[in-house]
């Protein structure tokens, strides 16, 4: 089940307002002109920024997601006929062929077990055409970002059109490595408070490369984050046929 953030409608509507800084989508952006990719698939597409983006360049684009509140959110942004938005996951798709598919912020770390990255990893797989690529970021698991997912330090009141100001903060709950769950606070104007608890798998370089040889991709470069640099790698992978 998607986390409360993504799927209470209210959580959802006040996702973009509260993280409106999305440049780290710029790299992405240039990775599908560097590829030269013309059919993408999003996976965990969200409230659709990312689509929307790379609809506006001229690109066919699916996003996918599980969370029902923030693909309601995508389909009401400007541009948004543009996208094919699907309810559901990577194991859910039906038969595609595109060029790229991409996996943005969080979302490739939300597959907290083997079973469901692998599941996921096979889902793109078969979504991609002959040589695609599937994009993807995660955070270095060396860096102990998490240790920032405190109160202290995420702490803020947000002025929102059409709700007023709203509180937020996280709190770190849980340190079981490689998974680390918290919790984001939301106080609305009206005194109501929602919460949201989220679990993410941190994965190390050696076991995301073997977990994308088993899917049947092969790693072509991993990059620096540029908007975490030295904090996230982004991992650049490509279909590969077996003999």
């Not at 509507?13 to 990775?31: N, Q, V």
């Not at 096979?122 to 998490?146: M, Q, S």
């Not at 803020?156 to 918290?182: K, N, Y």
Request: some cysteine; aromatic content about 8%.
């Amino acid at each position: 089940m998607p986390d409360a953030i993504f799927d209470d409608p209210t959580l959802a509507r006040l996702y973009d307002p509260l993280d409106p800084d999305r440049s780290d989508l710029d790299a992405y952006l240039a990775l599908a002109r560097e590829l030269g990719a013309r059919r993408v698939l999003d996976v965990g597409c969200g409230t659709g920024t990312f689509g929307v983006l790379l609809a506006a360049e001229g690109v066919d684009v699916v996003g996918v997601d599980p969370a029902r509140a923030s693909l309601d959110v995508a389909r009401g942004k400007p541009g948004a006929d543009r996208v094919r938005w699907l309810h559901g996951d990577a194991t859910t798709l039906p038969p595609l062929e595109v060029d790229l598919a991409t996996m943005t912020a969080n979302v490739a770390q939300v597959f907290v077990t083997d079973d469901d990255w692998a599941a996921t990893l096979r889902g793109v797989r078969a979504a991609l055409a002959p040589g695609g690529r599937l994009v993807f970021e995660t955070r270095d698991p060396a860096r102990r970002y998490w240790e920032r997912w405190t109160r202290e330090h995420t702490h803020a009141r947000t002025d929102v059109p059409g709700f007023g100001v709203v509180e937020s903060w996280t709190d770190l709950l849980e340190v079981s490595l490689p998974l680390v769950t918290f919790r984001g606070t939301f106080v609305l104007p009206d005194g109501r408070v929602l919460q949201s608890d989220s679990t993410l798998r941190f994965r190390g370089h050696d076991e995301l490369t073997a977990s994308l040889d088993d899917a049947g991709f092969v790693v072509e470069q991993v990059r620096d984050a540029p908007d975490r640099p030295g904090l996230e790698w982004v991992f650049v992978a490509r279909a590969v046929e077996r003999g």
